[in-house]
């Protein structure tokens, strides 16, 4: 079983954002962050889960992610981002991400927790750690489809 657990943040929405994700296999575990100079929230949290996701070295294997957040959670959990799909995500924000992490799932099929935020949850805690740290480092990544993109959000 390969637990992923992510966050994401954003100091102004938009601003700039980072994410944090733990990665977690037996007694392995890995962390990963990184800061992007302007995004959303949304975006971090979706792009963590994506992160995470990447990073795994093993297929074939149980995957659970806990999150956070609503927005991604509920969007796979209630099938809604399949229905973005058919309709060619119109007028839905971070079509591009949406569409890396549809991918990512055919391949490891995840399956989703959604975790209450600042609850004292240690994993949760530190992804928020990680990821607020991101937002605020220096050599921030310029997160191209959004600053692109970002009229249609």
């Keep these: 079983m390969i637990n992923i657990y992510t966050d994401g943040a954003a100091q102004g929405n938009p601003g ?7 990665l977690k296999y037996g007694t ?7 800061g992007f100079r302007l995004t959303t929230n ?10 995470g996701l990447e990073s795994i070295k093993k297929s074939g294997m149980p995957v659970t992610v806990y999150s956070d957040s609503k927005y991604v959670v509920e969007a796979i959990e ?3 981002v399949w229905n973005w799909e058919k309709k060619n995500f119109k007028k839905k924000a ?15 099929k ?7 935020g600042h609850s004292g949850h240690l994993e949760n805690e530190r992804c928020d750690e990680l990821a607020v740290q991101a937002a605020l480092g220096y ?14 959000d």
């Design 78 to 80: 209630q099938g809604w």
């Design 28 to 34: 392995h575990e890995k962390e990963i962050s990184e």
């Design 110 to 116: 995840p399956k989703f927790k959604w975790i209450k």
């Design 16 to 22: 700039p954002g980072g994410y944090g994700v733990i």
């Design 139 to 152: 050599g921030l990544q310029k997160d191209e489809w959004y600053e692109t993109n970002r009229s249609v």
């Design 94 to 108: 971070n079509e591009d991400l949406w569409r890396k992490y549809l991918i990512l799932h055919e391949k490891y």
């Design 42 to 51: 949304n975006r971090m949290e979706l792009m963590a889960v994506i992160a």
